[in-house]
């Protein structure tokens, strides 16, 4: 059926997509955040119970949680493409709805093959959601012009404490498949409320500078992969400490139940506060210093957890590997992103999930043949192995930021030409992290070739 010529004039005059008030549009991405991380927590609170009802042993609950492995690592293969397809709002909305759908599932399982499709789906919907999140974390990250998405992760540390702590409380008084019934639906409220932000963060892409990988150049692949291999490095201890941190904290301390959770609790505190503070690091110390300073410290605390001869000390070490680790997975994330858009998230956070999903079962291979405290030696020494690796990242890759302050002094004793160039790109136009409040002192040398 052909247009009318009214129809057609009035398309072509209608006005662009208004995008959202940023405000609006950073509290969407939080709460997808927190979300991900209340529905993943209350989901291990339960995983005992889940066990239980199915009637699985060690051997068939591990071949079930691989299960929700594979499905998270095959949907981050495809997320990335999606969302430079459809946008990255849409795809963190629809995998938002799908994961608070997909969390009732292992609650109504009854056989081990049941509750193997079940985890299936729901490690889909938490890859899905992993991957497009963060794309959005860039963006918003981007157009605000300051570090965003080391708070956006701590959003999700404390939602997985909260969904948790509430998981093991709600054990004693409801069953599995009405405790994450509870949660879903509670889920299905929050991204109600935060779609029509995240749907419309997608219209305006093009208003805001785009990563490189989306103007027509190349992906840096092999950046892309280093970058992972450092999320990986990290993820790694992330996950060995999950795991057997306790066990450790029990056995060779003869620590008491209580005190031995308390070293996940003090791990994952320090490192939900360390992302918290984590734009301001960025923007005190820069990408590079952060990213290998950081994965020292929690090198230097996993020393002292693993040959420490009495609690205290190991509970501080673990504190000093959450401190240290805090800020180094969403940093590498985000670099990826600003280096490869939302395809080189995708790369880097399956690069990086690999460490997190392989951790714990090396280490059960490594203790039962040299012992715990030998194989949870291997923490420190990949994240001296993250240190290094983030120190060979040089040049684009990884950033300075220069103070407005200092910028605006430079500028004054300038030239007009130089001031008219500057001036206006103080507030920052530049993808990335570790800008501050400023622009970096490579695009001031390249206004000014004098230097």
């Known amino acids: ?80 493409a999606l969302c430079a397809r459809l946008g990255a709002g849409v795809v963190t909305t629809a995998g938002a709805l799908l994961l608070c759908v997909s969390v009732v599932l292992p609650g109504l399982a009854t056989t081990v093959p049941g509750l193997c499709a079940a985890l299936l789906v729901f490690g889909a919907a938490t890859g899905m959601v992993n991957v497009a999140a963060n794309a959005v974390g860039v963006t918003v990250e981007r157009r605000l012009g300051r570090p965003l998405l080391s708070g956006l992760h701590a959003g999700f540390s404390f939602g997985g404490l909260v969904g948790a702590l509430l998981g093991g409380l709600l054990a004693t008084v409801a069953g599995v498949a009405a405790h994450l019934v509870l949660v879903g639906a509670l889920g299905l409220l929050v991204t109600a409320w935060a779609a029509r932000a995240l749907v419309g963060a997608d219209g305006p892409r093009s208003a805001v500078p785009a990563p490189a990988a989306e103007e027509g150049r190349s992906r840096p ?21 999950s ?48 990213l290998g300073g950081g994965a020292v410290l929690a090198a230097a605390g996993g020393v002292a957890a693993v040959t420490a001869t009495s609690v205290p ?21 985000s670099r990826a992103g600003v280096l490869g858009g939302a395809r080189g998230i995708a790369l880097a956070t399956t690069v990086g999930y690999t460490g997190l999903l392989g951790g714990p079962p090396l280490i059960g291979l490594l203790a039962e043949h040299a012992g715990l405290p030998a194989a949870l030696a291997t923490v420190p020494l990949l994240a001296l192995v993250a240190a290094v690796l983030a120190l060979s990242v040089a040049g684009e890759a990884l950033r300075v930021p220069v103070t407005r302050r200092g910028l605006l002094t430079a500028v004054r004793g300038g030239t007009d030409g130089l001031r008219e160039a500057v001036v206006p790109r103080l507030q920052p136009l530049v993808s990335g992290f570790g800008h501050g409040t400023a622009v970096y002192v490579r695009e001031l040398r390249a206004l000014d070739p004098s230097g």
């Not at 280093?226 to 490095?233: E, F, H, I, K, R």
């Not at 401190?323 to 590498?332: R, T």
């Open 1 to 80: 059926m052909p247009t009318s010529p009214l129809l057609s004039r009035a398309r072509a005059t209608a006005p662009a997509p208004v995008p959202p008030p940023l405000p609006r549009l950073q509290a969407a991405v939080a709460a997808v955040f927190a979300l991900d991380g209340a529905v993943f927590g209350s989901w291990a609170a339960r995983v005992p119970d889940v066990a239980a009802g199915v009637g699985v042993g060690h051997s068939a609950l591990g071949f079930a949680l691989l299960c929700l492995s594979i499905g998270a690592l095959a949907a981050m293969q495809v997320t990335g």
């Open 313 to 333: 000390t190991a509970l501080g070490g673990f504190v000093l590997v959450g401190l240290g680790l805090a800020n180094v997975f969403p940093l590498a994330i």
């Open 221 to 241: 692949t092999a950046v892309l992969v280093v970058l992972g291999a450092v999320a990986g490095c990290t993820a790694f201890g992330e996950g060995a400490l």
């Open 243 to 290: 795991d057997w941190g306790a066990l450790h904290l029990r056995e060779e301390l003869g620590a008491t139940t209580a005190l031995a959770a308390a070293g996940y609790a003090g791990f994952s505190l320090a490192m939900a506060c360390g992302r918290l503070a984590g734009g301001r690091l960025v923007a005190a110390l820069g990408e590079r210093r952060l």
